[in-house]
């Protein structure tokens, strides 16, 4: 079985080195459908963040722990709803988004949107009261107060978007069920991403493919959190030294 | 002709049931600077929040600039025309010229319109070379100037400023209490200052109104409100320390003897005899001599022994037996020539126009 590592460890190396074609085609995919369903939900849950925390109405409180509950969503329970949602059978079948990319985007922001929607909540509600009240004194409409403050956290809820970002390439079980794990061949792009296609390499025992793209999802990892790091860096030296 | 900037006319205010402002009726004149002064939660800052209509009353009338301000349509403009100062200086994770300059954003002027008087005023503030620097490296007294600086920048009519130096160093206090004068001088920018520090409103305000568990109960000048406070309350707010409850024994033309439980004192007030009284003077305004005297023209002299001698800052509290206790307040060096010490015989004087005279359903 160690011999199996090693050996699967440094055919893994040799694919990502000769940039082997199915190897970077899942790596692709899963980057443009993380990064798409990060960028969505981030388009949607920083200005729907931003308007619960700026209203007062009630069940607020309800609507915050709710948010923050689907932090922890299975992502198959995710993938099990969207599936009876997109199937022929269900309500949105017509739309046809059921085992193609755009349907795993969406399952991936079912994922993400509350995440950021509640740390956006969480970093809006961190600013010191005082602060809005001199926004509003200094003659700001509403929306001008909303990006003044959203301005204030941003780094804050940039960190957010990493974290979103990182469930998205992680999770496994809404793509495999929304996505269906479809190789792609030619110009067909399929939906086999890294995770769904580590889980079927390793359950047909093709270790050095999946180490391969393990080490690739480990890569994008390391990256993301090197960027969450550098740009918190970036903030605090900046808040601190002069220009 | 005097204009009035400010009608408020019996606000009142409740949090979760309790009030916080209660009857609160007042004016305030075009290029003053109106000072309200009262201890930490008297609702001094609740108050500057109406004004500045940022929260709503719960009750009243409010009249801003000619205009009804608690009319939803006006607010929106009449915020534009004031500007609000926070006791904590609220810098934003920008630049000092950005921070600055956030006003001026939001009511959309012109980049240049913006350069130009964010460079003005920062010379005002003394600040000309930290356009660049980030704000939050700014120190405690030149971030609440870069905050006073955000304030004035939109030309404001009516400036609030909510303890705006409660949280700063003596030579900051100054130069924000001297620049306080400036924006209200070179501007006529009309100044609504809060403070718990009376010295501060005694320094700055030329009216000064005092707010006491949420209810204005006076308003004067400073002179006023320092020498003829209307109940004991504010008296004992605003320093006085010698404060007796007596019985006037006699009205002479205006001059009233008053029983202070046995000491007679002599005032200037309108009671008659049999009525309870109120008799409050001020420490500075009690004289320590040596030997009895016969040529002074004030007519309360009393003989006495020093019960103790408290230092505060360049003075010293003396406290004599009188029979009543009184405080007299005096320098350091005149102590010293004085040679005043625990348990020496002295005589005080006090003038009848320095004590003054309150009914008792005041005290």
Known sequence: ?243 | MSELVIEAESLSKKYEGKDILREVSFSIDKGEIFGLIGPSGSGKSTLIRLLDLLEMPAGGKLSILGTDALASRSRYDLRNRMALLNQKPVIFNRSVYDNIALGMKYRKKSNQEIKDSVHDVLEVIGLDDYGNRMARTLSGGEAQRVALARSIVTKPEILFLDEPTANLDPHSTKKIEELVQKINREYNTTIVLSTHDMLQGQKLATRIGVILDGKILQIGTTNEIFHKPATTNIAMFVGVENIFSGTITGNKKGEVTIDIRGMIIQAVADFTEGYKVGVLFRAEDVTIHLEEISKTSARNIFKGKIKSLIPTGPFVNVVIDCGQDINALITISSAEELGLSFGKQVWISIKATAVHVISDSKI
């Open chain 1, 1 to 243: 079985m160690v011999s199996e590592i090693a050996s699967g460890f440094l055919q893994a190396i040799n694919l990502i080195i000769t940039l082997n074609p199915e190897v970077m085609r899942i790596t692709l995919l899963s980057l443009e459908i993380s990064l798409s369903s990060t960028f969505l939900s981030a388009l949607l849950s920083i200005p729907l963040g931003s308007l619960i925390y700026y209203h007062e109405f009630f069940g607020k409180r309800f609507i915050i722990n709710m948010v923050q509950t689907l932090y922890a969503l299975p992502t198959v329970l995710a993938g099990l709803l969207l599936f009876l949602l997109l199937s022929n059978a269900g309500p949105l079948g017509f739309l046809g988004l059921l085992f193609t990319p755009q349907g795993m985007i969406l399952a991936q922001m079912i994922l993400v949107m509350p995440l950021i929607t509640g740390f956006t909540i969480s970093a809006l509600s961190g600013v010191d009261r005082d602060m809005k009240i001199i926004v509003i004194s200094l003659g700001a409409t509403k929306v001008q107060s909303i990006f003044t403050l959203i301005r204030e956290v941003r780094f804050a809820i940039l960190a957010a978007v990493i974290l979103g970002f990182g469930r998205a390439i992680s999770e496994v079980g809404a793509a495999m069920i929304i996505g269906g794990n479809i190789r792609g061949v030619l110009n067909y792009s399929g939906t086999r991403v890294l995770t769904t296609a580590i889980s079927l390499e390793t359950s047909q025992g093709d270790f050095a493919l999946a180490i391969a793209l393990g080490i690739i999802l480990l890569g994008v990892a390391v990256l993301v959190n090197f960027g969450l790091n550098l740009v918190q860096e970036g903030s605090v030296w900046k808040s601190y030294t002069s220009s």
